[in-house]
């Protein structure tokens, strides 16, 4: 399990929850990081859903994910609107988990401005205050 924190640094959006992805969003209230897999072709289906995009199986499971990854892709916002005007700079991100799929994200607690490529970094989680919580990473030092 992960931290799950109250006082979130970044806007913590409400995620849509519908019969999909209600156990994803009760999961990250509790600082789970779930996935999907499908059971007849080992694909790991992101974003979770319950037909496998590639075999059409609907043979899928929720599975635990570490949590852990590398920073595949990132960029800087220096300028936004709304909720996010006042938290620029920030970092938007794909992140690659361990286990293969590559979610877009922020990288939060670190120098926005030594955030790079391949940087391994690992999940914590904003409280929505309504039952789920966003999933953001941070740097995890290579000490
Ligand atoms: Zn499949």
């Known amino acids: 399990?992960?931290?799950?924190?109250?006082?979130?640094?970044?806007?913590?959006?409400?995620?849509?929850?519908?019969?999909?992805?209600?156990?994803?969003?009760?999961?990250?209230?509790?600082?789970?990081?779930?996935?999907?897999?499908?059971?007849?072709?080992?694909?790991?289906?992101?974003?979770?859903?319950?037909?496998?995009?590639?075999?059409?199986?609907?043979?899928?499971?929720?599975?635990?994910?570490?949590?852990?990854?590398?920073?595949?892709?990132?960029?800087?916002?220096?300028?936004?609107?709304?909720d996010w005007k006042d938290v620029t700079p920030y970092v938007l991100a794909y992140v690659e988990l361990d286990e293969g799929p590559r979610m877009m994200t922020n990288i939060v607690d670190c120098d926005v401005e030594r955030v790079a490529i391949g940087d391994t970094v690992e999940v914590i989680f904003e409280d929505t205050g309504a039952g789920s919580a966003i999933p953001r990473f941070r740097p995890v030092s290579a000490s």
Do not use: K
Request: hydrophobic share 40%; net charge positive.
């Open 1 to 82: 399990m992960s931290e799950v924190r109250s006082e979130a640094v970044l806007p913590v959006p409400l995620p849509v929850v519908n019969p999909d992805t209600a156990e994803f969003w009760a999961a990250t209230a509790e600082g789970r990081l779930l996935g999907r897999r499908c059971a007849d072709c080992s694909s790991f289906i992101w974003y979770p859903r319950p037909i496998c995009p590639f075999c059409h199986s609907q043979n899928t499971a929720w599975e635990p994910l570490s949590g852990r990854g590398v920073i595949y892709s990132c960029t800087v916002v220096r300028r936004a609107g709304g």
